[in-house]
């Protein structure tokens, strides 16, 4: 089969690679219909989180099911279903916990109690096609796909969606959910969404669903802007050109906001100055948007990060943490938890998903994509790739 293969950092090709297979009673091997490059695809083709050796990359993605192992009994040949990013049992201490992320049964190589993944141990549940820390699992990026334990991640489908419309549940809007669920997002709030890429997008989404008054996008390039003014309805900022967090307070009052959501992560915009400090802190990107976050939100306000992060940082701003009382929350999101909520909502017709696509092109331009995406040309703002 033909799959979107990474070899090393900026060096990505279609390539024909085996087909998957059967490998355990619980697996089931789907014809991917529609896959998606994800931001945090990029952390990999940048060499921001390391893999050592070939992999096929990929975790946002659907199909309709070839065949099942011996053990499934909830899928059938022809079922049409979606797969969540996260790998989870279903039946350990932290599945039953309703915490997939942190499942201990999906990532045995890997997994562990101390989260220690800049040593390589620690990891929590493997993830599709996200490096040998998260379980080295072929992803989506691909013509077929195996997927794992197979009657407790994937769902089925509703007739009558197509798949755009319902693609980005496997992550980013399941991510922006999770975001707006952390910070625990309610009725009246002001919520202020650093990053006007997917994820950020699809949290603003969110952010409105659960009830807030006023969502505010931040990001410092002009057609991400114009995205998450055109698709989220939200108030947006530029910050090469405004102080964020005073800006924000003057429309709040002098407070500042009730809820911060980093959407962002480490790969934040960076002055060379900053990438030299880096160099000599060994740190990978910066925390600039979360200190962006502890700025604005307000006293006593939450924050809800959901961009990755991969290091240590020694700049940490703890003391603001600690002088404004902001509660802190963040990490993978919880798909399975929200899956079927979040089905309903596209159903319903109460969420739109498919108006951030801006390119949708054969798999065979998976490489293309992924440069113009990294770079951030064209207007790109989520690619599709049709096997």
Not at 345 to 372: C, S
Request: glycine fraction near 10%.
């Amino acid at each position: 089969m033909k799959a979107l293969v990474f070899h090393k950092p900026k060096d990505v090709s279609v390539d024909t690679v085996d087909d998957p297979v059967i490998q355990a009673p619980t697996d089931a091997i789907i014809r991917v219909t529609s896959t998606a490059i994800c931001g945090s695809d990029l952390h990999i083709y940048n060499g921001m989180i390391p893999q050592p050796h070939d992999m096929v990359l990929g975790h946002e993605f659907m199909g309709i099911v070839e065949e099942v192992g011996s053990g499934v009994t909830k899928l059938k040949r022809g079922d049409r279903i979606i797969v969540p990013f996260p790998i989870a049992c279903g039946h350990c201490h932290f599945c039953d916990m309703e915490l997939p992320t942190h499942c201990e049964n999906s990532n045995p190589s890997m997994y562990g109690p101390s989260g220690e993944i800049v040593k390589m141990k620690g990891a929590g549940a493997a993830l599709y096609g996200y490096t040998d820390i998260y379980g080295a699992i072929s992803g989506g990026q691909a013509e077929y796909a195996r997927v794992l334990y197979a009657d407790h991640n994937p769902r089925i489908v509703p007739e009558g969606i197509p798949d755009e419309k319902i693609l980005f549940l496997t992550d980013i809007f399941s991510t922006g959910w999770a975001a707006c669920e952390w910070a625990e997002v309610t009725n009246g709030d002001v919520v202020v969404v650093f990053g006007c890429g997917p994820v950020g997008i699809m949290a603003q989404k969110a952010a409105w669903l659960h009830g807030a008054k006023r969502v505010i996008g931040v990001d410092r390039l002009p057609y991400r802007l114009d995205k998450a003014r055109n698709t989220a309805q939200s108030e947006v900022l530029n910050y090469t050109e405004v102080d964020i967090a005073e800006a924000v307070r003057e429309m709040t009052g002098g407070y500042g906001a009730d809820v911060c959501i980093d959407a962002v992560g480490m790969e934040a915009h960076r002055s060379v100055l900053e990438k030299a400090v880096n160099v000599l802190q060994m740190e990978k990107g910066s925390i600039n948007a979360l200190k962006q976050c502890f700025d604005t939100v307000r006293r006593g306000g939450r924050v809800s990060v959901v961009g990755v992060y991969g290091s240590p940082y020694d700049n940490f701003p703890l003391y603001q943490w600690f002088e404004k009382s902001i509660r802190l929350m963040g990490g993978q999101a919880w798909v399975q938890r929200w899956l079927d909520q979040l089905i309903d909502l596209v159903v319903q017709e109460k969420v739109t998903l498919d108006d951030i696509i801006t390119h949708k092109v054969p798999l065979t331009e998976a490489a293309n994509m992924y440069d113009i995406f990294n770079k951030k040309e064209d207007g790109c703002v989520k690619v599709v790739l049709k096997p």
